[in-house]
């Protein structure tokens, strides 16, 4: 098996589908090297099949970032030449084009977390 792993932004909101009574995710990555006139972007074309991908398929939009690690193999895209394509085994959710559009807040005055100003005081820090 040829595994490959990848980090990049989504080029457009993913693709669902049900195959055979299973849940699908698909969705383009861009993989960027270079900069300035030599800067390239290659397409990687992914599938993520599962629970896993049934979880995160509503954030998968346009500019999220993801950490993606799979199975790479191609298509033949005829006169079009082939494409790479990725059976994703792994995703991570490293970022989007705006966090605050994708990723649910919480007001800050519910949160369940105590403040460190309150457990903390002076004497306990040790420098």
């Known amino acids: ?3 490959l792993t990848l ?3 989504l080029g457009k909101e993913c693709r669902t589908n049900t195959v055979n009574g299973k849940f699908v995710a698909n969705f383009g ?9 030599g800067k390239q972007t290659i397409w990687v074309e992914c599938s993520y099949w599962g629970k896993g991908a049934e ?3 509503k954030y998968l939009v346009k500019g999220t970032k993801v950490a993606v690690s799979g199975e790479v193999g191609h298509k033949d895209e005829g006169q079009y030449g082939w494409k790479i394509t990725l059976n994703v ?3 991570t959710l490293i970022g989007s084009k705006s966090d605050a559009d994708v990723l649910p807040s919480q007001p800050a005055s519910q949160s369940s977390v105590p403040s460190t100003a309150n457990i903390l005081d002076d004497d306990d820090i040790p420098f």
């Open 55 to 57: 979880a995160v398929a």
């Open 7 to 9: 980090t990049g932004a």
């Open 29 to 37: 990555v861009a993989m960027t090297s270079g900069y300035g006139n």
């Open 1 to 3: 098996m040829n595994v």
């Open 89 to 91: 085994s792994s995703l």
